[in-house]
């Protein structure tokens, strides 16, 4: 006798109309494995941090992590074929992950890509542990700068250079912000990769590179990148704005690569055009790893309709999690790591699952149905029920 089909699993989720609908999920999706070809993009996801749920911290105020659900999500995009952005804006760094935790993320990472065929590995390095209320002068940066290249240069790491609040509260003019890069860069032992990120992300980054005019900006961005290629692998651009991006692609030197920031419209930026592509360095690449790995591994096989077949349906998806505010999609990336069984909980360093409504947990939800990225139905459902519940719906 054959077995009767199971009935799809379903949740109860809200509406924007505040009604309480039943849904029912969709299978998942069957990516692409990978390529027996290299790919021809490199794609790295900025990683997020694993909190520890059992520990006696008020979130608020302190730090703890479960580094083996941490260290097991890097295993796991590593084994995908992506690299790892390590202890970024995604890992809440600067927003609950100070320096030193960061330090120790950044360490324990460097060490298992080290012990892992293949694995690739580029970490933050900043100035966040400078209090900018506090820098009183250029020099100051510079300083905070050399001690976190400095600190991952000496486990053997590869470095992010992030944008600095204190850099950007200091700095009168864009002659500030090439002196700074030039001191640094100059000493950098290795190429390293820049990152811009707009102020949708970090207020306190508002008007970065010494003006608000974005053209004005790029040309200061720029003319510091290209007078110091020898140093630079690529630039991370997170302004979400595709026609920026593709505009200063076009003016690097040639010795310098692109990775887009842009969560929005990654898909087009990393296909290209007849001038050029992008790389990444991307957020979302983290809650979609096994679909941006089997886009990925089809642009290798020169499919680009499997490529976008697969990438446009977790667009949607990306640009709902990084919706303003912007600052807070960490949130939505750790709900889908928690609805897919990489951790056990939904809780987060500073108490940042809270920083999305009820209705946005929903229809993050269905979109990631709609992805296909929920790997087990049932086990997100189960999951999505319960959260729910602390929510009043279906209590």
């Given at each position: 006798?054959?077995?009767?089909?199971?009935?799809?699993?379903?949740?109860?989720?809200?509406?924007?109309?505040?009604?309480?609908?039943?849904?029912?999920?969709?299978?998942?999706?069957?990516?692409?494995?990978?390529?027996?070809?290299?790919?021809?993009?490199?794609?790295?996801?900025?990683?997020?941090?694993?909190?520890?749920?059992?520990?006696?911290?008020?979130?608020?105020?302190?730090?703890?992590?479960?580094?083996?659900?941490?260290?097991?999500?890097?295993?796991?995009?590593?084994?995908?074929?992506?690299?790892?952005?390590?202890?970024?804006?995604?890992?809440?760094?600067?927003?609950?992950?100070?320096?030193?935790?960061?330090?120790?993320?950044?360490?324990?990472?460097?060490?298992?890509?080290?012990?892992?065929?293949?694995?690739?590995?580029?970490?933050?390095?900043?100035?966040?542990?400078?209090?900018?209320?506090?820098?009183?002068?250029?020099?100051?940066?510079?300083?905070?700068?050399?001690?976190?290249?400095?600190?991952?240069?000496?486990?053997?790491?590869?470095?992010?250079?992030?944008?600095?609040?204190?850099?950007?509260?200091?700095?009168?003019?864009?002659?500030?912000?090439?002196?700074?890069?030039?001191?640094?860069?100059?000493?950098?032992?290795?190429?390293?990769?820049?990152?811009?990120?707009?102020?949708?992300?970090?207020?306190?980054?508002?008007?970065?590179?010494?003006?608000?005019?974005?053209?004005?900006?790029?040309?200061?961005?720029?003319?510091?990148?290209?007078?110091?290629?020898?140093?630079?692998?690529?630039?991370?651009?997170?302004?979400?704005?595709?026609?920026?991006?593709?505009?200063?692609?076009?003016?690097?030197?040639?010795?310098?690569?692109?990775?887009?920031?842009?969560?929005?419209?990654?898909a087009e930026l990393i296909a290209?055009?007849?001038?050029?592509?992008?790389?990444?360095?991307?957020?979302?690449?983290?809650?979609?790893?096994?679909?941006?790995?089997?886009?990925?591994?089809?642009?290798?096989?020169?499919?680009?309709?499997?490529?976008?077949?697969?990438?446009?349906?977790?667009?949607?998806?990306?640009?709902?999690?990084?919706?303003?505010?912007?600052?807070?999609?960490?949130?939505?990336?750790?709900?889908?790591?928690?609805?897919?069984?990489?951790?056990?909980?939904?809780?987060?360093?500073?108490?940042?699952?809270?920083?999305?409504?009820t209705l946005h947990l929903a229809?993050?939800?269905?979109?990631?149905?709609?992805?296909?990225?929920?790997?087990?139905?049932?086990?997100?459902?189960?999951?999505?029920?319960?959260?729910?519940?602390?929510?009043?719906?279906?209590?």
């Amino acid at each position: 006798m054959l077995d009767k089909p199971r009935p799809a699993a379903s949740v109860l989720l809200p509406t924007a109309d505040r009604r309480i609908e039943s849904y029912r999920l969709s299978a998942p999706a069957e990516f692409p494995s990978r390529s027996a070809k290299p790919l021809n993009r490199i794609a790295l996801a900025a990683a997020h941090m694993v909190a520890d749920p059992l520990a006696e911290v008020d979130p608020w105020l302190g730090v703890a992590v479960d580094w083996d659900r941490t260290m097991a999500y890097r295993d796991y995009l590593w084994g995908l074929g992506l690299g790892v952005a390590e202890a970024m804006d995604t890992a809440q760094r600067g927003m609950g992950l100070d320096w030193p935790m960061a330090l120790e993320l950044i360490k324990r990472s460097v060490k298992a890509a080290k012990a892992t065929p293949g694995a690739v590995v580029f970490s933050g390095a900043g100035t966040d542990h400078l209090d900018p209320a506090a820098a009183g002068s250029l020099d100051d940066v510079v300083k905070a700068y050399e001690t976190q290249f400095e600190a991952i240069e000496a486990v053997g790491g590869r470095i992010i250079m992030m944008a600095s609040r204190a850099l950007a509260r200091l700095a009168r003019g864009p002659d500030d912000y090439a002196r700074v890069y030039d001191r640094i860069l100059g000493q950098a032992g290795e190429p390293v990769i820049i990152h811009w990120l707009g102020d949708m992300f970090d207020p306190a980054l508002a008007g970065y590179w010494g003006t608000g005019d974005l053209d004005a900006a790029m040309d200061t961005a720029v003319g510091v990148i290209n007078a110091n290629a020898a140093k630079v692998d690529g630039v991370k651009v997170s302004l979400l704005d595709k026609d920026k991006e593709i505009a200063m692609r076009r003016r690097l030197d040639s010795r310098v690569l692109m990775y887009t920031g842009d969560d929005f419209n990654y898909a087009e930026l990393i296909a290209g055009d007849e001038q050029g592509y992008s790389h990444a360095l991307l957020g979302i690449f983290d809650a979609i790893a096994p679909a941006a790995a089997g886009a990925l591994a089809a642009l290798a096989e020169d499919d680009l309709k499997a490529f976008h077949a697969i990438f446009a349906p977790t667009v949607p998806l990306s640009r709902h999690i990084f919706k303003a505010p912007t600052r807070f999609y960490k949130t939505g990336v750790v709900f889908v790591a928690y609805l897919n069984g990489h951790q056990d909980h939904f809780t987060m360093v500073g108490g940042q699952e809270s920083t999305r409504s009820t209705l946005h947990l929903a229809e993050l939800f269905r979109l990631a149905d709609k992805a296909g990225i929920l790997t087990d139905p049932e086990r997100a459902a189960a999951r999505m029920a319960s959260v729910m519940a602390t929510r009043g719906i279906g209590a």
